[in-house]
Antibody, heavy 121, light 107 residues
Framework: EVQLLESGGGLVQPGGSLRLSCAAS????????MTWVRQAPGKGLQWVSV????????YYADSVKGRFTISRDNSKNTLYLQMNSLRADDTAVYYC??????????????WGQGTLVTVSS | DIQMTQSPSSLSASVGDRVTITCRAS??????LAWYQQKPEKAPKSLIY???SLQNGVPSRFSGSGSGTDFTLTISSLQPEDFATYYC?????????FGGGTKVQIK
């Protein structure tokens, strides 16, 4: 059974940093691209970033480029999102999601339960 | 960026109704379109990929069609557990983009 468990969310001040983690199990982690998607309170889904199975390719939404860094440790089956220079409009539930293939131009087939990030003073 | 426009943004329907949701891409995306279902306070669930292929375990009352720029999600006979918000997403080009969502409510 595929399981994705996010952690690391919480309350952070504007300008601060936070690192999210997503522990994966139930599939061959290194064979699948992984994505972060966020959802601001009461709003729709917004794609944030994707990383290929090997970790060699990464892509970002313009709204987070230069501030967020996606990475993965295939030996630990864990995905990360390092978030720096956080702003109030980064407040959202952050979901990690698994792609069906090695690269991000493939379907997302499983989602984690999400972790809430609140940026506020 | 490719813009994904869903319509309607919300609809009211009864159990047993046939429901159709439309998603339009601002440029051609072949068949690289997915549909997701999200219930309140829950994570999204993957329903359809490649415009018309059902994810494992998704009931056959759900179907998808389209290619290029125009796509539809159809629920042939709405069930109580189908009341939710539905999102389309293109995965043809980065950045990956979602539609704004369609909330299906009980009439």
């Amino acid at each position: 059974e595929v399981q994705l468990l996010e952690s690391g969310g919480g309350l952070v001040q504007p300008g601060g940093s936070l690192r999210l983690s997503c522990a994966a199990s139930g599939f061959t982690f290194s064979s699948c691209a992984m994505t972060w998607v966020r959802q601001a309170p009461g709003k729709g889904l917004q794609w944030v970033s994707v990383i290929s199975g090997s970790g060699g390719r990464t892509y970002y939404a313009d709204s987070v480029k230069g501030r967020f860094t996606i990475s993965r440790d295939n030996s630990k089956n864990t995905l990360y999102l390092q978030m720096n220079s956080l702003r109030a409009d980064d407040t959202a539930v952050y979901y990690c999601a698994k792609h069906s293939q090695e690269y991000g131009d493939s379907m997302v087939d499983y989602w984690g339960q999400g972790t809430l990030v609140t940026v506020s003073s | 960026d490719i813009q994904m426009t869903q319509s309607p943004s919300s609809l009211s329907a009864s159990v047993g109704d046939r429901v159709t949701i439309t998603c339009r891409a601002s440029q051609g995306i072949s068949r690289w379109l997915a549909w997701y279902q999200q219930k309140p306070e829950k994570a999204p669930k993957s329903l359809i990929y490649a415009a018309s292929s059902l994810q494992n375990g998704v009931p056959s009352r759900f179907s998808g069609s389209g290619s290029g720029t125009d796509f539809t999600l159809t629920i042939s006979s709405l069930q109580p557990e189908d009341f939710a918000t539905y999102y389309c997403q293109q995965y043809n080009t980065y950045p990956l983009t979602f539609g704004g969502g369609t909330k299906v409510q009980i009439k």
